[in-house]
């Protein structure tokens, strides 16, 4: 994680309810899947820092901050990676990370939640709710003191100036793209 995704999370509010979550980026996922021609491919940001302040007793009082390295994405084609770092798409010499920030959570029930947040690339923000699954391991020894934080969403690209020219086309490159993540979080105290 470079010093810019840092920087953003260094901006994060004072947790109020006293629980508050950091990632285990090694046994975490923040991943994607878009389609070329119909056909789906999958991608992955390898390079992310989360910081939560979430207790599933009351998640009015939640907030989450995501910051995400976009240089980073990987999705297994080199000439695919290096397409996505340039100017029609992420223009990640410009702009190096993206940025998740919701201060608007509420109980789905049955340890689901939803948060309604922005969404930041490229300077462009938009509302972006996620839907999740809270599992929480405090009734296991092993896990004790963590949490996985299991969710997807969906954006459209062109909302974030994602594909500029030729690539805006539908039919091409899908303007929608699902974004998947698994994390891993522990409490920051421990």
Same mark, same amino acid.
């Given at each position: 994680?470079?010093?810019?995704?840092?920087?953003?999370?260094?901006?994060?509010?004072?947790?109020?309810?006293?629980?508050?979550?950091?990632?285990?980026?090694?046994?975490?996922?923040?991943?994607?899947?878009?389609?070329?021609?119909?056909?789906?491919?999958?991608? %992955?940001?390898?390079?992310? /820092?989360?910081?939560?302040? =979430?207790?599933? &007793?009351?998640?009015? $009082? !939640?907030?989450?901050?995501? @910051?995400?390295?976009?240089?980073?994405?990987?999705?297994?084609?080199?000439? %695919?990676?290096?397409?996505? /770092?340039?100017?029609?798409? =992420?223009?990640? &010499?410009?702009?190096? $990370? !993206?940025?998740?920030?919701? @201060?608007?959570?509420?109980?789905?029930?049955?340890?689901?939640?939803?948060?309604?947040?922005?969404?930041?690339?490229?300077?462009?923000?938009?509302?972006?709710?996620?839907?999740?699954?809270?599992?929480?391991?405090?009734?296991?020894?092993?896990?004790?003191?963590?949490?996985?934080?299991?969710?997807?969403?969906?954006?459209?690209?062109?909302?974030?100036?994602?594909?500029?020219?030729?690539?805006?086309?539908?039919?091409?490159?899908?303007?929608?793209?699902?974004?998947?993540?698994?994390?891993?979080?522990?409490?920051?105290?421990?």
């Amino acid at each position: 994680m470079n010093w810019i995704a840092l920087l953003a999370l260094a901006t994060a509010p004072t947790c109020n309810i006293g629980e508050t979550w950091e990632l285990d980026g090694s046994a975490s996922r923040l991943g994607f899947t878009a389609t070329l021609e119909g056909e789906p491919f999958h991608g %992955r940001f390898p390079d992310f /820092a989360v910081q939560l302040c =979430f207790d599933p &007793e009351q998640p009015d $009082s !939640a907030w989450l901050l995501v @910051a995400v390295e976009l240089s980073s994405v990987a999705t297994g084609d080199a000439d %695919r990676d290096a397409a996505l /770092a340039a100017p029609e798409w =992420f223009n990640s &010499e410009t702009h190096p $990370s !993206a940025r998740y920030q919701a @201060a608007a959570f509420e109980s789905l029930g049955d340890n689901r939640f939803t948060a309604s947040g922005e969404l930041q690339i490229k300077h462009i923000q938009r509302g972006v709710p996620i839907n999740f699954q809270w599992i929480s391991g405090d009734g296991s020894a092993r896990l004790k003191g963590m949490a996985q934080m299991i969710g997807d969403t969906e954006v459209n690209r062109l909302d974030f100036d994602l594909g500029r020219g030729d690539w805006a086309d539908d039919a091409l490159i899908g303007h929608r793209v699902d974004v998947e993540f698994d994390l891993t979080l522990r409490r920051a105290d421990h």
